[in-house]
């Protein structure tokens, strides 16, 4: 009887000083640890899964496999899994981005995602083949010359519609509203991305349009100001429009500068992490060049990202009134991170960012001032209204999360760039 006692009151205290442990602050650390090495375990066990898968496919496939390819395939699939924007880029893709952000490559001016197998169009880029040709935002390309696109990676399908110059190509496009898809010709240019085009108008209000966010845009920001200023004397001058509409986005220290252009303070835009220590605020800097002077900032459904930045730090600081329908809604940061010599680059959802008042425009986009519907040219017509990144089947079933899409490195730079751009945008 006395032993049973005993052995009643070993067991009371020894779990007394479980629930002692468990509940002291300690406890709790030690009880994540535990979980942890649990994950830490589990994971490691899923590795030695695809470990064998791969070993099968190397050794038993009815051909021999390309083990690089087996490996990149491998690391796509994770990725890819991860959201739409997020993706890995191998050596040549890698380096066809860094020719898009640097401002010039060839091809025929589209700014491009992937959606539901087909591509899908974000943003023609100003006085290219493409835009003259009529393409337009949200349209859906289902053929290119001879090759249904289902099936291709965006890479794949990029890559087909890059070319020599002055070679031909055929596009087949499918339009919202339209009863048939339509066959575009178009003939491969040098695509000469010129971030910021400008003119005055009645002669009393300076007309500045940014099409893209790459390391030009803020130098080709300044002139465009300066030059105005020059054309009209400061007692004339009645304000600024600044054009972002189709503006797909584009690099993060890109668009603070351009907002800092016409702050003379204030918070632009903050970067909100997977842990609070993560979270960065950016600042406007170097005052606003254009001295108080009255902004209307024209923004619609291809305004993503990098554009709806500029145009959420205007608006909240009550700098600008928008004009135009409600933007993209693409919110997320995409982080650079070049993988070694030959082994490309990762582009990886780091953030999400969120306007100086905290408003998040991932899904939600940025609301005009002012509701204005932009016409159609009539050959054009027959067309829905763009849908936003609300739109994606992805938001339905996570939660929300914020086209950058490339980035590029300059020599010497440092080794992450940080990029916004809508609808993981690759241009093509």
């Known amino acids: 009887?006395?032993?049973?006692?005993?052995?009643?009151?070993?067991?009371?205290?020894?779990?007394?000083?479980?629930?002692?442990?468990?509940?002291?602050?300690?406890?709790?650390?030690?009880?994540?640890?535990?979980?942890?090495?649990?994950?830490?375990?589990?994971?490691?066990s899923q590795l030695n899964l695809f470990g064998e898968v791969f070993e099968r496919v190397r050794t038993e496939y009815v051909e021999k496999p390309d083990d690089s390819k087996l490996i990149e395939g491998a690391i796509n699939g994770m990725v890819t899994a991860l959201d739409p924007h997020s993706r890995y880029m191998n050596q040549s893709a890698w380096q066809d981005m860094q020719e898009t952000t640097h401002g010039e490559f060839g091809g025929l001016g589209l700014e491009v995602t992937m959606e539901d197998g087909l591509v899908k169009v974000v943003a023609p880029i100003d006085d290219t083949p493409a835009a003259k040709a009529g393409i337009m935002s949200g349209d859906l390309i289902t053929r290119i010359d001879d090759d249904a696109v289902q099936g291709l990676s965006l890479e794949q399908a990029v890559n087909k519609m890059k070319g020599p110059v002055d070679t031909k190509t055929r596009l087949k496009i499918l339009r919202s509203g339209a009863e048939l898809p339509s066959e575009i010709s178009l003939v491969r240019e040098i695509i000469r991305v010129r971030p910021v085009r400008y003119h005055t108008e009645g002669g009393d209000i300076g007309y500045i349009r940014i099409s893209s966010f790459n390391e030009q845009t803020t130098d080709g920001l300044r002139k465009a100001i300066g030059?105005?200023?020059?054309?009209?004397?400061?007692?004339?001058?009645?304000?600024?429009?600044?054009?972002l509409r189709n503006n797909p986005g584009g690099l993060l220290d890109q668009a603070?500068?351009?907002?800092?252009?016409?702050?003379?303070?204030?918070?632009?835009?903050?970067?909100?992490?997977?842990?609070?220590?993560?979270?960065?605020?950016?600042?406007?800097?170097?005052?606003?060049?254009?001295?108080?002077?009255?902004?209307?900032?024209?923004?619609?459904?291809?305004?993503?990202?990098?554009?709806?930045?500029?145009?959420?730090?205007?608006?909240?600081?009550?700098?600008?009134?928008?004009?135009?329908?409600?933007?993209?809604?693409?919110?997320?940061?995409?982080?650079?991170?070049?993988?070694?010599?030959?082994?490309?680059?990762?582009?990886?959802?780091?953030?999400?960012?969120?306007?100086?008042?905290?408003?998040?425009?991932?899904?939600?986009?940025?609301?005009?001032?002012?509701?204005?519907?932009?016409?159609?040219?009539a050959e054009l017509k027959g067309r829905a209204e763009l849908k936003g990144e609300a739109s994606r089947q992805w938001f339905r079933t996570k939660p929300a999360r914020c086209p950058e899409s490339a980035g590029a490195f300059a020599p010497g730079a440092p080794p992450r760039r940080r990029i916004v751009r809508g609808a993981r945008g690759t241009a093509a």
């Open 1 to 44: 009887m006395m032993r049973k006692n005993f052995l009643f009151f070993l067991g009371a205290a020894a779990g007394a000083c479980l629930t002692l442990l468990v509940t002291a602050p300690q406890g709790a650390q030690w009880v994540a640890a535990a979980k942890a090495a649990a994950a830490g375990a589990d994971a490691y």
């Open 227 to 243: 030059d105005i200023s020059k054309q009209i004397p400061p007692e004339k001058l009645a304000g600024y429009v600044v054009d």
């Open 256 to 377: 603070v500068s351009v907002s800092s252009a016409f702050m003379a303070r204030g918070e632009v835009v903050s970067t909100r992490g997977r842990t609070p220590e993560e979270t960065q605020r950016f600042t406007a800097r170097g005052g606003d060049l254009t001295n108080g002077k009255p902004l209307v900032v024209l923004i619609n459904g291809g305004s993503a990202s990098a554009s709806e930045i500029v145009a959420g730090a205007l608006h909240d600081h009550k700098r600008a009134t928008l004009i135009g329908t409600r933007s993209f809604g693409k919110g997320s940061v995409q982080t650079i991170i070049p993988l070694g010599a030959g082994n490309g680059a990762l582009a990886l959802t780091t953030a999400r960012y969120f306007t100086p008042s905290g408003h998040s425009i991932q899904a939600q986009g940025v609301t005009p001032d002012i509701e204005v519907l932009q016409d159609v040219p």
